[in-house]
């Protein structure tokens, strides 16, 4: 098959070398584990963590006259999957036998998916940026397919001196290979890329998209050639389970290429591991061709069969994905496009968003609070959305107290530090208004008692007074004055007008 590339070369993605420029080509294979109960052909369960070999059947182990039998909840989750993907699911597909020795492999040969797979073409848009003039560019990424297949177990090579254990928990896993098209240009868009497809996965619930357990990873094909030239030879960086690798052993890669071309030698077509210790690529093996797997249709399954109106009836139940959600926060809810991105990257930060405003706070309000505030107290205590301390709605009652002036924007934030603590330390979730009461967050808003502060205030510094009349913007300095000796309980516009009133500046 023909590879057209419809891709101008972009002069910001060019890599230097001493001959001239250079682009690099990315393709990837994504390995995406199905979240399901049970294996791909078995009814051996799938829960990460288990006891070596505790989750092996008859058939994962292949044992003699085991027969498969297809689990037909990773075949909805392929096609929810393609649906996800925007690409074309097909009514029959065929599983084939692909044919190499390894240890971990008790069959000698793993089931999967060649000219035929349930789900062919799609795309995923990715954001890029931003450049130094603060804007993203939208790119497109075209995918070749998506194949179910089983996976491999695993070998263990440093529990013994001399010998190798073999753990087959993962044996017969339902695995979904997502190719994509060698779309992209630089390691920047391979990330945006595997991020976006975890993402697309995770709201889909098809996949936990957890790299660290081995739930997703990539092998990334790198090649390189003259800007706009015929496409080079390519070579497989096998098992990344990194975003962050997956930029990084795509930089080196293309680098090695472009010093191995530009000293006179050619590229030699093989698999290679990244190590990320070092930050380069390492051969692995001469990389092997179709042909070389003698692909042929698994004698013992039938091909896969099914009519549009099963598909129809998996697409009605589709969440709503996160382009779709992106829009509609800017076009319904009125945040910015970076804000929506931002809220969309995780299901579980929309799902804790769209709480804040289904409990009362304003959108905007809400999307401030949560960028600019809560996801910073997070980070620093390395927690997720899911793991933090303060719901959802306790989130938006603050929100709330600071738009109807129960209290500041700084004490918001003192008020967040308190509660934070509070739950940390073991408090149950309790009513942030009562709470705030209790701990003395209530706001000053007498107006008799904010003007005897503020006159105290212009009494004691008379010089500062003549210099506010002259110059008005340093009437900020005596609001400061007046916040401080209320212990930052008044009303920051009250304080704000009578201290101009006073002055008698506008």
Known sequence: MSIIDTRTPDAK?????????W?????????AQVLSNSKLFSGASTAFGAAPN???????????????????????????????????????????????????????????????PIVGEGKIMISVGPDREGKFEDIEVGIERLHLEQDAGKSMHDQHPTMSYVDLNRSGVALMEIVSKPDMRSA???????????????????????????????????????????????????????????????????????????????????????????GETRSMRSKEEAHDYRYFPDPDLLPLEFDQAYVDALAVDLPELPDAKRDRLVNKLGLSVYDASILVSEKAIADYFEEMVANGADPKQAANRLINEYFGLLNAAGLSIEEGPISAKANSTIVMMVSDRTISGKMA????????????????EVDVRLFAKERGYDQVTDTGAIE??????????????????????LAGWFVGQVMRSTGGKANPQAVNDLVKAKLGIE
């Not at 993605?13 to 420029?21: E, F, K, Q, S």
């Not at 889909?204 to 390189?224: H, K, P």
């Open 23 to 31: 682009e690099v080509i990315i393709g990837l294979e994504v390995h």
């Open 452 to 473: 005897k502060a503020v006159d105290e205030i212009i009494a004691a510094n008379p010089d500062k007074v003549e210099q506010a009349k002259a110059k008005p913007t």
């Open 188 to 278: 920047d868009e391979a990330k945006a890329y595997v991020t976006k497809l975890r993402t697309i996965l995770r709201y889909l619930g098809t996949c936990d998209g957890n790299m660290d357990e081995g739930s997703l990873r990539a092998d990334v094909n790198v090649s390189v050639r003259k800007p706009g030239g015929e496409f080079g030879t390519r070579c497989e960086i096998k098992n990344v389970n990194s975003i962050r690798f997956i930029g990084q052993a795509i930089d080196s890669e293309a680098r090695r290429q472009i010093a191995i071309l530009e000293d006179g030698g050619s590229i030699d077509q093989e698999t290679r591991l990244f190590d990320p210790g070092k």
């Open 413 to 428: 934030k003192d008020l967040t530090n308190d509660y934070w603590s509070y739950r940390v330390e073991g408090g149950v």
């Open 13 to 21: 993605r060019l890599i230097p070398g001493a001959t001239g420029d």
């Open 54 to 116: 505790a989750n092996v059947s008859l058939v994962d182990a292949a044992m003699p006259g085991m027969l498969p039998v297809i689990n037909e909840e990773c075949v909805k989750q392929a096609i929810r999957s393609g649906l996800g993907l925007k690409a074309q699911i097909n009514l029959k597909s065929v599983f084939d036998r692909k044919n190499y020795f390894y240890p971990d492999l008790p069959q000698g040969y793993q089931i999967s998916q060649y000219k035929q």
